[in-house]
């Protein structure tokens, strides 16, 4: 018996089209933040938009310890749609929604 083709729902082709773009931004933004430090305007969980400098820098991010999970390379199993930085001004790992991000821009772009 042949085995039929999957078919997939207009709903269901988009959803793979966005988690595709998901997953390209977060590279690039991961790739950039390792070579220089970033400022990204974000909306949080709350509703509230954050403005965070944050790099991946392996010059900047502390040297992994065991009392700063964050800081391991191999931790968990990583969600493509949130991206975990080092905070350059709160000197802390934290994380955002790659679909929460408004704009990335340069610190000496940035107008304080």
Excluded: Y
Aim: hydrophobic fraction near 35%; aromatic fraction near 4%.
């Amino acid at each position: 018996m042949p085995i039929s083709p999957i078919r997939m729902t207009q709903l269901q082709k988009l959803e793979i089209m966005e988690q595709m773009e998901i997953e390209a931004e977060r590279k690039e933004l991961e790739e950039r933040l390792k070579k220089e430090e970033l400022v990204v305007t974000f909306i949080k969980v709350n509703g509230d938009e954050r403005v965070m400098h944050c790099t991946l820098q392996e010059n900047v991010i502390p040297k992994p310890e065991k009392k700063e999970p964050l800081s391991q390379k191999k931790i968990r199993k990583i969600n493509p749609e949130v991206l975990s930085v080092w905070d350059t001004k709160a000197k802390g790992w934290r994380g955002f929604r790659i679909d929460s991000i408004k704009n990335v821009t340069t610190p000496d772009t940035q107008k304080e």
